[in-house]
């Protein structure tokens, strides 16, 4: 169906009427409001009040537009993109359609399954280089069947027993390839509809395989096979049109197949058609979109093992079928609170693959019984073993898992809903992208996530733009679309970031396929440009290359918002609830019943081998260990900041490897993993790491065996899969290696910040689990306020540590700060429990190398002008100068008191939201500055922030410093510095210290994370509303950790420009751009001009805001507004 025009619009009211339904909507860009009538088949369209649509087709002058069954479309929930197949599948049964999408099943593989996928491949590869000799399949056939050797060894089959079974099966594509490849159709190629009717048709060019297409016009997204261009011969003449191609290697065929080939003639209608320009229709004051100029005709459906071949054309009746029944699906997809019913049809729900969770969801959910499923004692059999107190426990956490996961699913519009350059601002995505030339690689031997890299820049950089600055780092999961409206080109994960690049692993080649060629007509000769062509019969040419386009494409790369890891999650709650999975029960027992654990009088003997001994572990550290060895089901480790945590689980994983026993580590983040593992990189013990190559610490990488590498041999992957160690995420527990064995142990970093349906998925792998953690620290990060009102943020951890304290080990002998920081936590959270691990742990200060070099920042008579030295610090002496105070080495903690620099110390409020202290960005950046000038490295010294638009200034003042650690809270856990600075932000006459600074464990971090050095700036008149603020202000003043800034603090002191600064390692800092960015970030925010001597002469003392700061500098602006 061509689409003529869309507007996107949202549902104000609703009218239902005997024989339609008439929506008042509001078009979003103008809020103009329309009238649309739903008739015949839609009238039952499930539309709420305050839902998007979209509506293709025409509003007449009045603002009205009908949809009936012979004219329109409405698209309802259009951001949620429903698959083609899902579809197809939801006409036999729409439970199931639904529960594909809210529970990601770990079904066993199965031999249909995998040869599909196989011969799929082997197509794609063949229909590419048009290559179909026995040569070219065979060696197609060898190298898939290694890219496939873990499938493979997964159902029990040998490579060259797959490889014989595949050759036979090829030879339906080579007899297939014979007919149908040619530039003009042979006599025997013949096609027929679904109508009886005949024609004929050659493939004479291919222009992309395996196409995936998101359409938010029409709601749907698929996976194409293979887009190809066919002459079409047929009685009302021949044409050259461009098709969708959808291989089916089963034996049987259906109508959800058709379903599914037609929607993708739509799918790519929306990806070859001219993209349509906003445009403004002012005689009826609405919004509405050109038409796309391009309908594909029909897709070719073609299944091997029977050699039928049809030609599948989109009918009005069909489409308008399937297009409502997208819509139904999409609104419980939306509302996730609810669930289609059960089919009861007692054949086809006991052969179903989803019968599992459709039974859990229908007992637990539904009050279901045997009766009410239609399937009587099956489905008995399956749920007898639930009570009540399952129900309860799982309605909870599936509620909660609900809740989190509308927060998360709101991101996924901005894709179409927001250029890129607002997406941009955001931190979430970077537009106007070219691909670096030359920059194309291709390996084919890597998992297909990863197949093709590429480097990307930007077309039009600005001055101060960098890639190192956002929300898209390191393995992020990403999404490439053009500028032109056309989504999802490729999927893949960001490899390396740097200032002026950012490079990429993707799942398909980015090159103009949708390049229209010399002689196009919409209708009768759709060519475009493809990566195989035959040119003349039996003669291939390539037309493009994916390094050299046809014409330029500028790109966007967007965070990928749209994996469904909340999918894998709800599976952790199914399978905690089913009968027969193992250790499903003893969890059920000791989670849901919260029966308290046992542990054995005596704990078993164990060895730490050669790399440690008993001597080298402390109390708590053999207290750890030795209830470890002693737990029958679990046991509890809490560290608390510096305790040496990761040390501690590398103990423990070396004695339970003493004992072979078998450990599953797993942690939330990869970079905890990986800390514990280097821990253990000299005890030459096999270790199995999973996950994506590219988020594996290096080091790591050259001694553990990389589960993100391709296998070699059947011998190396059994090798693997055996090893006694595996370490992977807690998201990561889908790999197969989970179907081959049970571990004996497994162990839990980072527990503490794990939602417990989270933590389910990598416990019930194990006969014990060890969590190990601190709920003193920061708990789940969860983001639905209602969520957390009702507990998502409530960690397994601190369930049953506060359940069965008996159950917990403490670690309290920290080795990382000082007595008189640690005193901080000590006294507010930890009720005096932390310890100092040896004396001279507690006594240690900073280090101050050469405190002489602070004269370089401070005045002399000579350059200061008459009557301003009250302005100016002119020695760098104790008592005179509050910079040589706070760097003095007895100054250890410290809070720096600004409310003496009101009202230049106050916070910013920008837009609203965003909240910035200018002030304490420059007091901080001169710490920094001077601790850098006595001789301390920058690699040395942390920043912490409580808000994101402060990290931002901050950042951009010390551009130049980037050994200099600048981040969160939340991103320093786990992580400490010699000299810690902590920027409080808040200061304000109505004592508002907002929601951040009250999460007192949130606090804790920020004051646990420095050795020998804490200095806190804040206000002290404003921080003093809160009560645990307060309470540290009082604990700080009675230990005489406090200093009142003068008022000049701000203006006080010289610094130079930056390049003529040294670094703590004696060296120059920075370049020629940093220097200049650096003139302007400290030069005009409290320092005047430069007299004679070269040095700055102080400004006039005055109020310090935001233009004081930011000055006329955009780019600076942009960052400070639009960091949250």
């Not at 103008?30 to 009538?37: E, M």
């Not at 594909?100 to 590419?128: C, W």
């Amino acid at each position: 169906m061509l689409a003529e025009k869309v507007s996107t619009l949202s549902v104000e009211k609703m009218y239902t009427f005997l024989s339609c339904q008439v929506l008042s909507i509001q078009c979003e860009r103008t809020k103009a409001i329309k009238a649309l009538t739903l008739r015949q088949a839609w009238v039952e369209s499930p539309c709420t009040s305050g839902s998007y649509v979209h509506v293709v087709g025409d509003f007449d002058r009045y603002g009205q537009c009908i949809v009936d069954n012979s004219q329109n479309l409405l698209i309802l929930h259009p951001d949620h993109l429903i698959s083609s197949t899902v579809v197809g599948d939801s006409l036999t049964c729409t439970r199931k359609a639904v529960l594909q999408d809210r529970v990601k099943t770990t079904s066993d593989p199965n031999q249909a399954m995998i040869y599909g996928h196989m011969l799929h491949e082997i197509f794609q590869e063949a229909l590419k280089a048009n290559r179909w000799d026995d040569e070219f399949m065979s060696t197609c056939i060898e190298q898939t069947c290694s890219r496939y050797l873990e499938a493979l060894f997964e159902i029990s089959i040998e490579q060259t027993m797959a490889a014989d079974q595949l050759k036979a099966r090829a030879k339906h594509l080579q007899a297939w390839a014979a007919i149908f490849i040619s530039k003009t159709p042979r006599p025997d190629a013949v096609i027929r509809n679904r109508n009886g009717g005949k024609g004929l048709m050659s493939v004479n060019k291919l222009l992309e395989v395996e196409e995936h297409v998101w359409s938010p016009m029409y709601g749907l997204k698929g996976n194409i096979d293979a887009t190809i261009q066919i002459r079409l011969e047929e009685e009302d003449g021949a044409r050259t049109l461009t098709v969708p191609f959808e291989l089916k290697t089963g034996k049987h065929s259906s109508n959800a197949h058709q379903a599914q080939t037609a929607l993708y003639s739509l799918l790519l209608s929306d990806r070859y058609g001219e993209k349509p320009r906003f445009v403004y229709q002012a005689d009826y004051d609405a919004n509405v979109y050109l038409a796309l100029d391009v309908e594909i005709a029909c897709g070719i459906l073609y299944y091997m093992q029977s050699s039928e071949i049809s030609s599948i054309r989109s009918v009005r009746r069909e489409l308008v079928s399937m297009i409502v029944q997208r819509n139904e699906l999409a609104s419980f997809v939306r509302n996730r609170t609810k669930l289609p019913e059960m089919l009861r049809a007692a054949y086809t729900c006991g052969k179903c693959y989803a019968q599992t969770p459709c039974f859990i969801y229908h007992k637990l959910i539904d009050d279901g019984t045997g009766e009410t499923s239609g399937v009587g004692e099956k489905f008995d059999d399956v749920v007898r073993h639930l009570n009540a107190a399952h129900q309860s426990f799982f309605r909870k956490w599936d509620l909660l898992l609900t809740k989190e996961e509308s927060d998360i699913v709101k991101f996924r519009r901005e894709l179409w809903s927001m250029q890129s350059s607002e997406r941009e601002k955001v931190g979430r995505c970077f537009g106007g992208l070219i691909v670096i030339p030359n920059s194309f690689q291709e390996n084919a031997d890597a998992p297909k996530a990863h197949r093709f890299r590429y480097s990307l820049e930007k077309q039009e950089p600005a001055a101060n733009f960098t890639f190192t600055e956002s929300q898209i780092v390191l393995g992020e999961p990403i999404v490439i679309s053009d500028e032109r409206g056309h989504f999802a080109l490729a999927n893949g994960f960001v490899t390396g970031v740097r200032r002026r690049r950012i490079e990429v692993t993707v799942d398909r080649r980015l090159h103009n396929a949708r390049a229209r060629k010399k002689g196009f007509d919409p209708e009768t000769n759709q060519v475009f440009s493809g990566i195989m062509e035959i040119i003349e019969q039996d003669k291939v040419s390539a037309t493009a290359t994916p390094t050299q386009p046809e014409e330029p494409v500028i790109y966007r790369l967007d965070k990928d918002e749209f994996s469904n890891g909340m999918a894998l999650v709800r599976n952790n709650l199914i399978r905690l609830m089913e009968k027969d999975v193992f250790g499903a029960h003893a969890l059920r027992r000791l989670i849901v019943d919260l029966t308290p654990p046992t542990f054995n009088a005596v704990s078993s003997h164990y060895s730490l081998g050669d790399m440690a001994t008993q001597d080298a572990l402390n109390v708590d550290q053999r207290a750890a260990i030795e209830k470890v060895m002693s737990a029958k089901d679990y046991a509890l480790v809490l560290g608390m900041p510096g305790t040496g945590k990761t040390t501690t689980i590398a103990h423990i994983i070396r004695a339970l490897v003493g004992q072979g026993k078998s450990v599953l580590l797993t942690s939330y983040t990869h970079s905890a993993v990986d800390n514990i593992l280097l821990k253990l990189k000299a005890d030459k013990m096999g270790i199995f790491r999973l996950g994506a190559t590219a988020k594996v610490h290096h080091e790591v990488q050259e001694f553990a065996d990389l589960g993100g590498l391709p296998m070699k041999s059947i011998e190396e992957l059994k090798a693997c899969y055996t090893r006694q160690v595996v370490a992977t995420t807690c998201l990561g527990i889908n790999h197969p290696v989970f179907n081959q064995r049970i571990f004996d142990y497994c162990i839990v970093d980072e527990a503490s910040q794990i939602t417990l349906p989270v933590c389910l998925g990598p416990i019930r792998m194990a006969k014990k689990f060890i969590l190990v953690g601190d709920h003193f620290q920061l708990p789940p990060l969860v983001q639905n306020k209602e969520a957390i009102e009702g507990g998502l943020d409530v960690s397994l951890f601190k369930t049953l540590s506060d359940q069965h304290p008996t159950s917990v080990t403490n670690l309290e002998h920290q080795y990382r700060m000082c007595e008189e920081i640690m005193t901080l936590s000590n006294t507010l959270i930890y009720n005096g429990r932390l310890k100092c691990g040896t004396e001279s742990v507690a006594r240690r200060s900073t280090h101050i190398p050469n405190i002489g070099a602070l004269e370089q920042h401070h005045h002399t008579a000579q350059t200061v002008g008459t009557g301003r030295s009250r302005h100016v610090c002119l020695s760098p002496s104790r008592k005179l100068c509050w910079i040589r105070d706070l760097l003095d080495a007895t100054t250890k903690a410290c809070f720096v008191n600004t409310d003496a620099l009101l009202p230049q110390s106050r916070e910013v409020l920008e837009h609203g939201s965003r909240i910035t202290n200018p002030c304490e960005v420059m007091l901080t950046s001169q710490i920094v500055e001077s601790l850098i000038t006595v001789g301390i490295p920058p690699t040395d010294i942390g920043i912490v922030a409580l808000y994101r638009s402060q990290l931002a200034l901050m950042r951009q003042s010390l551009r130049h410093r980037s050994g200099v650690e600048m981040n969160t809270a939340d991103k320093f856990q786990g992580r400490d510095k010699e000299v810690v600075l902590l920027s409080l932000v808040r200061s304000n006459e109505q004592q508002s210290v907002g929601e951040l600074l009250k999460d007192w464990r949130r606090v804790n971090v920020a004051l646990t994370r420095a050795r020998t050095k804490l200095l806190i700036l804040g206000s002290k008149s404003t921080l003093i509303g809160n009560e645990l603020l307060k309470d540290l202000i009082e604990l700080m003043s009675s230990k005489g950790w406090w200093y009142d800034l003068p008022k000049n603090a701000c203006e006080g002191h010289v610094f130079e420009d930056a390049g003529t600064q040294i670094s703590g390692k004696g060296s120059l800092e920075p370049t020629a751009e940093a220097v200049s960015e650096r003139k302007t970030a400290l030069g005009s925010a409290g320092y005047g001009k430069e007299n004679q001597t070269g040095r700055r002469v102080p400004a006039k003392q005055g109020k310090l805001d935001m233009k004081a700061l930011l000055g006329t500098r955009p780019v600076l602006r942009d960052i400070v507004n639009d960091a949250s």
